[in-house]
């Protein structure tokens, strides 16, 4: 009787070992960051973000027009890419950002069909949701705490209204054929004070994931509209108030905190500068962006790359906080200068 008592204590606290392990490894797993409780804490100091008013530090205006955006965005400005959800699990792009059909094509496409879910992909507030026929179609634009603006373009029906709070993956609408369109696809832009940045810069479709914890607008300070001296030093001052700090996910402790920290990526490009006085200006404004950063291709190697840039393969490592071990992914942007 007593061997038959002592057996099954036996049995019971191995299978409660069990248990308490696979609870041990459960929690230290590495959490999907797509999946990760987006609503965030800061840990040093404490910043409200305010989705009432997303990014009230760079923008001074809230309008139904695209490109009008006022307001001022300081030099070396950082856009915080962590709790971003992509907008669709769709990896095709079927249209790249720039120059086609004569006319400068402001994002990518993306091959969605009619039907599909679209989803934001940041926290923010939705400025408009409206209708172009000879453009976008049905599209929705939404503000985001980090500064960037997203378009999501040719849909077959929207799903929130103007001036609705969204969370990072979010059903925002369903993909279409609406508007200058020849096929059913996404049209996703990224815009910071109504520029038109290459989404593909931040966003790789290809593997579902952005390309670094960090984008960094590298130039001279951009203001648009009428601001007082005074005013710009107060959003300078907010501005940098981003800089050194750690947005979380709610469920992370300070510990896994810091550790992201050291891991953390950055895609540094030039883009924003004041818009240039004549054609030779603009020239030797594309030139020199050229020049300072390079997206990888399949097949490249560090010393290929410092090669073609009159560079050396320690200053790239400098440069973009790499080893020459570093394995290097297509679409990946380093600085070169």
């Keep these: ?46 910043i409200n973000v305010d989705l009432s008013d997303p990014a009230s530090d760079i923008y001074t205006n809230w309008t ?123 049209h996703f832009e990224t815009r910071l004070l109504g520029q038109p940045i290459d989404p593909a810069l931040m966003f790789d479709f290809a593997n579902q994931d952005v390309t670094g914890d960090f984008f960094a607008v590298r130039n001279r300070s951009l203001t648009k509209g009428t601001l007082a001296a005074a005013n710009v030093e107060a959003m300078e001052e907010q501005a940098k108030q981003r800089e050194g700090v750690l947005l979380v996910s709610s469920d992370l402790s300070a510990v896994e905190a810091a550790e992201n920290v050291s891991g953390e990526e950055t895609a540094n490009v030039d883009i924003l500068a004041v818009q240039p006085s004549s054609k030779k200006a603009s020239r030797s404004s594309r030139r020199s962006q050229r020049s300072a950063t390079y997206r990888v291709k399949s097949g490249d190697n560090l010393s290929a790359i410092a090669k ?29 200068s």
């Design 64 to 186: 139904r027009k695209i490109r009008t955006e006022e307001g001022h965005v300081p030099a070396n400005f950082k856009v915080d890419l962590r709790g971003f959800f992509m907008p669709t699990p769709s990896r095709i792009v079927t249209s790249k950002f720039g120059r086609r059909w004569g006319r400068q094509h402001e994002g990518l496409d993306i091959k969605v069909y009619t039907g599909d879910t679209i989803r934001a992909a940041f926290d923010g507030k939705v400025r408009i949701v409206d209708f172009n026929r000879r453009g976008y179609g049905y599209y929705v634009v939404i503000r985001h705490p980090n500064g960037l603006e997203t378009l999501y373009g040719h849909l077959s029906k929207q799903l929130v209204r103007e001036d609705q709070i969204v969370r990072a993956g979010e059903v925002i609408g369903l993909g279409g054929s609406t508007g200058r369109s020849f096929g059913s696809h996404l």
């Design 1 to 46: 009787m007593r061997l038959t008592k002592i057996l099954s204590i036996a049995i019971f606290s191995s299978m409660s070992l069990g248990t308490l392990a696979q609870d041990l490894i459960a929690s230290q797993a590495p959490s999907d960051r797509k999946m990760q409780d987006i609503n965030k804490v800061k840990l040093n100091r404490t």
């Design 308 to 336: 073609r840039h009159g560079t050396t393969v320690d200053r790239l490592c400098r440069l973009n906080g790499i080893s020459k071990r570093t394995i290097l992914r297509p679409g990946q942007v380093l600085k070169c």
